[in-house]
């Protein structure tokens, strides 16, 4: 069954740094979003992205983020010069065009801050 | 503000106890409706979803939902609940089947079953 992967698994990085993270979406899928779980707390809405533009996003996607789809298959997200409270689970999730609206979700990247 | 909210934090029960997780959301309009699983380690899988017909859905391992649209809820049950449904639940709403349809998510329900 084809799935959402993401790379790597777990980053590591210090503050300022900036950190790009991976996600490969289900290949026929053409809306891609990135969530993020901070440790303790509920899932977050980043950001949404549909034919090569960013289709809404939240408050918490500043200009620190960007997300970009460089070729057919990967969908990046990623953070200029982190912070402490950047630190958390990140998510990436993926859907098909039309119909109804079932996203699937990748394992995540943790990133931690330090 | 739009949200979604679910009421219970923590909840703890014995094994072939029942469950309920309440779910409420605030949007207006035509919503999708969807309960996800996250297990200790790993990461969110789709246990149900609702988008239109029957508003009592049933998903994997047991679970269903019912949809209650006066109420605006979507409450999570199961009959009888496994020392293996420990996790994290999270019900999550997205607005249209049209649009971009990013999902809002609750803050989710930990639940312990102790054997």
């Known amino acids: 069954e084809p799935e959402v992967t993401q790379t790597p698994s777990h980053q590591v990085t210090q503050m300022g740094q900036e950190v790009i993270l991976r996600c490969v979406p289900i290949?026929?899928?053409?809306?891609f979003y990135w969530y993020r779980q901070i440790l303790g707390q509920k899932v977050e809405f980043l950001v949404s992205f549909y034919n090569n533009e960013i289709s809404e996003k939240s408050e918490i996607f500043d200009d620190q983020f960007s997300v970009e789809r460089p070729d057919g298959s990967n969908f990046t997200l990623k953070i200029r010069s982190t912070k402490l409270e950047d630190s958390a689970m990140y998510f990436c999730a993926s859907r098909v065009a039309g119909g109804h609206n079932e996203q699937f979700f990748g394992p995540g990247t943790r990133l931690t801050v330090l | 503000a739009q949200s979604v909210s679910q009421h219970n934090h923590h909840v703890i029960l014995s094994e072939a106890a029942s469950l309920e997780l309440g779910c409420n959301y605030s949007?207006?309009?035509?919503?999708?409706l969807f309960w996800y699983v996250q297990y200790p380690g790993q990461h969110l899988q789709l246990l149900l979803k609702?988008?239109?017909?029957?508003?009592l859905v049933k998903g994997i391992k047991g679970f269903e939902a019912e949809f209650i649209k006066s109420k605006f809820s979507f409450n999570l049950r199961k009959p009888s609940v496994q020392w293996s449904d420990t996790a994290e639940y999270f019900c999550a709403v997205s607005r249209s089947q049209y649009n971009n349809n990013d999902m809002r998510f609750g803050a989710g329900t930990r639940l312990t079953v102790k054997p």
């Open positions: 609702y988008f239109s017909g029957d508003p």
């Open positions: 290949s026929n899928h053409l809306y």
């Open positions: 949007y207006g309009g035509t919503v999708n």
